[in-house]
């Protein structure tokens, strides 16, 4: 196929952006798609892949979040296009510009996978503050405006995702790892009466 222009190529605005600042903030906004299809995607596979009680809260909570996000990288994009600037659309280039990582393949414990998530879009969160205050600097109050909603709904995922990672948000199976549980085998095998316990907990009395 022929180009019609080069990615790099800068084609200009029509809304009165000077070429320093649409080129400088497209950059700012190529990584925040890269960034956004990178998290995307590990919304969809932890979408995919989580089970046990809590499956079908956590699967549409796993949903909303990569819709939410859909949305928003998708209004990245447009705004690189209004800047004059073509997005970054190879998945080899979005992994390059991308300053988060895609989980390793393989399934995972859903608990390490929402502290991923989280981490993720803590990350995201410190990057747009970044952008945010560089597009004040150059009085893109289009790109900060866009930016400062697209931050705003993050901090929320974030914290929402917290409130699953609380204490007694999910349970057992979901908090504690096997080695942690003490199974009826064990304690027949050591003489000890009783029926299986619950978890171990590392609690704040317990420290003091």
Not at 39 to 54: A, M, T
Request: glycine residues 6%.
């Amino acid at each position: 196929m022929e180009k019609v222009r080069e990615k790099s190529e800068y084609e200009g605005n029509p809304v009165g952006l000077t070429k320093d600042t649409a080129t400088k903030m497209a950059k700012e906004l190529d990584r925040h798609l890269s960034s956004f299809i990178i998290l995307y995607n590990q919304y969809h596979k932890h979408h995919w892949l989580v089970e046990g009680p809590q499956f079908r809260d956590l699967h549409l909570f796993f949903e909303d979040h990569y819709t939410q996000i859909h949305e928003q990288y998708d209004a990245i994009a447009e705004r690189l296009t209004v800047m004059g600037v073509v997005p970054t659309c190879h998945p080899a280039k979005q992994i390059e510009l991308s300053y988060i990582e895609h989980e390793e393949e393989g399934e995972f414990r859903i608990r390490e996978m929402l502290q991923k998530d989280m981490e993720d879009e803590k990350t995201i969160a410190i990057e747009l503050r970044k952008s945010i205050k560089l597009a004040m600097e150059h009085s893109d109050f289009g790109t900060k405006t866009l930016l400062e909603g697209i931050l705003f709904k993050t901090e929320d995922r974030c914290h929402h995702i917290e409130h699953f990672l609380g204490e007694d948000g999910l349970t057992i199976g979901l908090l504690h790892k096997p080695e942690d549980i003490m199974e009826e085998d064990d304690k027949a095998s050591t003489g000890t009466k009783g029926l299986r316990t619950t978890a171990k907990k590392s609690t704040s009395k317990e420290k003091a």
